[in-house]
C-alpha cells in the first residue's frame, strides 16, 4: 500500500508520538494516539490502479459516487462548445487521491475561492471553492477537471502546473476529508456511467469518444 506523499508528516509525526508515549508508560494516551495514527493512514491511502490501454477512454479522476451526470450549454469549464458534466462524490472513507483521466498537456490552471457548502449540494459546483484544470490532447480535444471543496475539505491539492505533460491515470492531487469532483467532456464524448454509479480513479471509464480523431 502507498500513501499520499501530503500524509507522510501526519502518520510519521503521530506514529512516533505514540511510541513515545508508550515506552513512558502513558499507555491509554499512547493506545489513542495510535489510533489516530492508523486512521490518518487510511485516509491517505493511495492504492494502486489498473489503468485502460484504450487511447479514446477517459476514465474517472476520483474514487466515490456519480451524482450528477448532466449536459451543458456554452460557456461551461470544457469549451465554448455544448459539453457534458459527470460529478463525482468522495465521502470520508473513499480514497482521496485524484488522478489525472486523459493523456495530452496541461493548458489552464483556474483557481477560484467560494464558499464550504456540501459538496453534493446542487448549487456546490457554481459556489464552493475550487481549481480547475484543462488538459488538451494530441488532436486538440479538450477536458477539464474540477477539484471542489466541501464542508469538511477545507484544502485542495493540486501538484500540476501550465505546460505539464500528462498521461491517462497519472496521480495529480487530493481534495482533505470528503469534496467533490467534477468532469466536463466534449460533446463527441460517449458517457459510460449513471447516477449513483460507484467509481475508482485511474480505473473505471467514464466515457468515450464516439468517433476516432482525424489525424
Not at 20 to 48: C, E, K, N, Y
Not at 133 to 144: E, L
Request: hydrophobic fraction near 45%; proline fraction near 5%.
Amino acid at each position: 500500500m502507498h500513501f499520499a506523499r501530503e500524509g507522510y508528516p501526519w502518520i510519521f509525526g503521530f506514529g512516533s508520538l505514540s511510541l513515545v508515549l508508550g515506552l513512558l508508560d502513558f499507555h491509554f494516551s499512547g493506545w489513542i494516539l495510535l489510533g489516530l495514527t492508523l486512521f490518518i493512514a487510511f485516509f491517505f491511502r493511495d492504492p494502486d490502479r489498473e489503468i485502460p490501454d484504450d487511447t479514446d477512454a477517459i476514465v474517472s479522476p476520483a474514487d466515490g459516487r456519480v451524482i450528477t451526470v448532466e449536459p451543458l450549454a456554452r460557456g461551461t469549464y470544457a469549451s465554448e462548445q455544448p459539453a457534458a458534466r459527470v460529478g463525482i462524490f468522495l465521502s470520508p472513507l473513499n480514497v482521496h487521491v485524484n488522478r489525472v483521466p486523459v493523456t495530452g498537456k496541461v493548458t489552464r490552471i483556474h483557481y477560484r475561492p467560494g464558499k464550504f457548502r456540501a459538496a453534493f449540494a446542487a448549487d456546490a459546483a457554481e459556489v464552493n471553492e475550487q481549481n480547475a484544470v484543462s488538459i488538451q490532447d494530441a488532436h486538440g480535444r479538450r477536458v477539464v477537471l474540477v477539484q471542489i471543496a466541501g464542508m469538511l475539505a477545507r484544502r485542495i491539492v493540486c501538484r500540476l502546473t501550465d505546460g505539464d505533460q500528462v498521461q491517462r491515470g497519472d496521480r495529480y492531487g487530493m481534495i482533505m476529508l470528503g469534496s467533490r469532483v467534477d468532469v466536463y467532456c466534449p460533446a463527441e464524448v460517449e458517457l459510460k456511467i449513471a447516477v449513483g454509479q460507484r467509481v475508482k480513479a485511474g480505473e473505471t471509464v467514464i466515457g468515450a469518444y464516439r468517433t476516432q480523431a482525424k489525424t
